[in-house]
């Protein structure tokens, strides 16, 4: 039986139609599977971890901050560092903060009494304080009670802050009451006075004294490793963290041998 021109040309057209739609769903199944088009899910979020931790930390934490983000990729380290009692009471009233480092165990010990710091803290480090004098010592200060010889201008911490407690514990076990001509925040900032010369002398950190470089001199003094003028270095991932198995693994290097050597190269003892 022959068909009529025009349902030949009707049939023609309809099968037409069904291999073009065929075609175009062997395409968008063969372009689901084929890895064409770069999946947004199996990419990692970009995440920052924020760090709140002692000034004295500035120069170790952030070289083991490049390290970390060399072996996390996508994630960004952002410090914050000042004095460790301010840090703390930060931490206390909800700042967003997934990891807290102090310089002292009294100031952690703010945070942990308001539930906010995971588990027990970790003393990893421990450091003690050293007089920061200018290059060749031009004031010839030799021992603690030097810093209230006449004419020479000496600046310490707060006594909240723990290289202010230091101080205090060093006047305690020299038995020397300083006179400082201010008192300031953090411990790089006692640094800074001495090394721009807007004081002679300043009660610092060892590893403060390394870290300047030959910008300032250090004097040590015997009484520094007097029990509780040396200071010890505490670290906890905080409460509510936002990237606590980040905070974790942060926490496990500083604490592991590659912390372990990048704070004694900068002149901490470790735990």
């Not at 970390?68 to 967003?96: C, I, Y």
């Not at 539930?115 to 021992?143: F, L, R, S």
């Not at 198995?245 to 926490?251: E, P, R, T």
Request: glycine content about 8%; overall charge positive; charged content about 10%.
């Amino acid at each position: 039986m022959q068909r009529s021109p025009r349902t030949a040309r009707r049939s023609a057209v309809l099968f037409a139609a069904l291999a073009a739609l065929l075609g175009l769903a062997l395409a968008a199944c063969g372009g689901s599977g084929s890895g064409s088009a770069p999946s947004t899910s199996a990419q990692a979020a970009p995440k920052t971890l924020t760090v709140s931790a002692a000034a004295s930390l500035t120069n170790v934490y952030q070289s083991l901050g490049q390290q970390f983000q060399a072996a996390n990729p996508g994630v960004t380290v952002k410090f914050n560092f000042g004095g460790s009692d301010q840090l703390a009471q930060q931490v206390v009233q909800g700042a967003p903060v997934d990891v807290l480092a102090t310089a002292s165990s009294k100031t952690m010990q703010t945070a942990v009494a308001a539930g906010k710091i995971q588990g027990e803290p970790i003393v990893y480090a421990t450091n003690q304080p050293q007089i920061a004098v200018a290059p060749n010592n031009p004031k010839q200060i030799a021992q603690f009670a030097d810093l209230n010889k006449p004419g020479v201008s000496t600046v310490v911490c707060a006594p909240a802050v723990p290289c202010g407690a230091a101080a205090t514990a060093a006047e305690q076990a020299t038995q020397v009451t300083l006179h400082p001509v201010s008192e300031e925040q953090d411990v790089r900032s006692v640094l800074t006075k001495v090394e721009t010369g807007n004081a002679d002398a300043g009660v610092v950190y060892v590893t403060d004294v390394k870290s300047a470089n030959g910008k300032v001199a250090g004097v040590s003094f015997p009484q520094a490793t007097a029990q509780g003028v040396i200071q010890s270095y505490p670290i906890g991932v905080v409460n509510g963290s936002q990237n606590a198995q980040l905070a974790q693994s942060w926490v496990s290097l500083v604490t592991g041998p590659q912390g372990k050597a990048a704070l004694q190269q900068a002149g901490f003892t470790t735990k």
